[in-house]
């Protein structure tokens, strides 16, 4: 299959991908995930770190079959195309800390720049400021890239290494099935279950599962990427990856329409906040972190599937900031953010500045 040709590398195959993803994340939530929530992969990897009492925080505590879905299916489809590249080497670090802020910036937002799309596709005003903030992000990102911000090559390795993020995510599915939610327990073996909050809202294992390794498999051959996007049009004026983009954000806001889902409005909305200063901010933190580390958080797990263990180090950093933010106050709920959330951002913002300061290759 590797001499196949890739109907997704077009334009519109990232179209598609992107409508593929914006029908079955509103479905998602129809079917039983939280609100303006049908993919989060920031808030679904906070989850599973609280399923595994890595956190305390109870009402987010649940291992997403979609996060593993993503990996598995990116799997699948590099091992079938021939495109497993096991790498790795790269400042691993440097991406850990990238990782670990970004989350730090997406749950004083309370949302990954998927989530920023649904929640507007759902009639969330405050993500029009969420998005805005990750524009900025993303294009002080690229004044760095354009000042020779470099994090170096990466060399192949052995195909063991590539599949240690593959491995670690099937074995959470088989705790999940060997360990399974029990009606009215916050615990079953090893694993926490929320019994309220957006924890307890999901659907059905096997669908969302089915659903995330179909993401992932048409992810990794489109190389869909929402930071890309953005990165791309401004240092480069391409709208590759942004129509894959938009078309994600129009196909959800219409089937919203269709299943009832859109509400339009600041207030009230689905585990989200109005403190719209800390809204910029947090995915203006995020947006840089993205853009320094090559990639959106879906794209990460997507790399990490196809081998890149600079990714998989990514992804273990955000889960690493996830904890970190629900045992250290900073993560934010529908009651505003966090009572350390401004302090993570503010040092964040300082940290990711910082890097991109002195991770630049000197002229020779």
Request: hydrophobic residues 55%; aromatic residues 10%.
């Amino acid at each position: 299959m590797g001499g196949m040709k890739n109907i997704f590398a077009g334009r519109w195959g990232i179209i598609g991908a992107g409508i593929f993803i914006g029908i079955l994340a509103p479905l998602l939530q129809k079917w039983g995930n939280p609100g303006n929530m049908g993919v989060c992969v920031a808030c679904f990897e906070r989850d599973i770190v609280g399923a595994l009492g890595l956190h305390r925080a109870e009402v987010v505590q649940y291992l997403r079959p979609e996060i593993i879905g993503f990996v598995l299916g990116s799997l699948v489809a590099a091992c079938l195309f021939r495109e497993f590249r096991p790498r790795l080497g790269s400042a691993p670090i440097v991406r850990f800390v990238l990782g670990f802020f970004a989350m730090i910036g997406a749950l004083v937002f309370l949302g990954c720049p998927w989530r920023a799309a649904l929640r507007l596709a759902g009639g969330d005003g405050s993500a029009i400021v969420g998005l805005l903030g990750l524009g900025a992000g993303i294009w002080l990102g690229t004044l760095f890239l354009k000042g020779g911000y470099n994090l170096g090559r990466t060399q192949e390795t052995r195909p063991a290494a590539g599949l240690l993020l593959p491995l670690f995510m099937l074995g959470l599915l088989a705790l999940m099935f060997v360990f399974p939610a029990m009606p009215g327990e916050g615990q079953s073996g090893v694993l926490f279950y929320s019994l309220k909050g957006p924890g307890s809202m999901y659907a059905p294992v096997l669908v969302s599962l089915a659903a995330g390794l179909g993401i992932g498999f048409i992810a990794q051959r489109s190389r869909f990427c929402t930071m890309g996007a953005i990165r791309d049009f401004v240092l480069f004026r391409q709208t590759h990856l942004l129509g894959g983009f938009l078309a994600l954000i129009v196909t959800a806001l219409v089937v919203n329409l269709v299943v009832g889902q859109f509400h339009p409005g600041f207030a009230g909305q689905p585990i989200a906040h109005t403190m719209q200063v800390w809204n910029f901010a947090g995915m203006l933190l995020s947006g840089l972190a993205f853009c320094l580390a090559g990639g959106c958080p879906g794209r990460q797990l997507f790399m990490a599937g196809e081998g890149d263990g600079d990714a998989a180090i990514f992804v273990l950093g955000m889960m690493a900031g996830a904890a970190f933010s629900h045992n250290f106050s900073m993560a934010s709920s529908p009651a505003g953010i966090g009572k350390y959330g401004m302090q993570g951002v503010v040092v964040g913002l300082l940290v990711c500045l910082l890097l991109g300061f002195t991770m630049r290759k000197k002229a020779a």
